[in-house]
Nanobody, 117 residues
């Protein structure tokens, strides 16, 4: 099970930190990833992190703004978002994957981030 939280309303240039708490079968996957879906757009991959070695990958579109980190002791992964822009407005989801490529089976419910201009 995956539970995303931390979304909200923020002004342009502000920051937010999203968290994803993992439990159950999702914990046994090697990767936890973040995705987002903006209004009227398709879901977009944001980045992922490996639970074991902490290596993260962030999509080029947000590489200078977003950072993914993990806390193994708390079974949580965070998405720290800085210098937010209106185009970052979306519902953000966390998901778990064995290979970091296929994300079919384990998804959280999403948390809404709204960036006002």
């Amino acid at each position: 099970q995956l539970q995303a939280s931390g979304g909200g309303l923020v002004e342009t240039g502000g920051s937010l930190r999203l968290s994803c708490a993992a439990s159950g079968p999702a914990l046994s996957r090697n990767y936890l990833g973040w995705f987002r879906q903006a209004p009227g757009k398709e879901r977009e991959f944001v980045g992922r992190i490996n639970w074991t070695n902490g290596r993260s990958y962030t999509a080029d579109s947000v590489k200078t703004q977003f950072t993914i980190s993990r806390d193994n002791a708390k079974n949580t992964v965070s998405l720290t978002m800085n210098s937010l822009k209106p185009e970052n407005t979306a519902v953000y989801y966390c998901a778990a994957s064995t290979d970091g490529v296929n994300w079919n089976n384990y998804w959280g419910q999403g948390t809404l981030v709204t960036v006002s201009s």
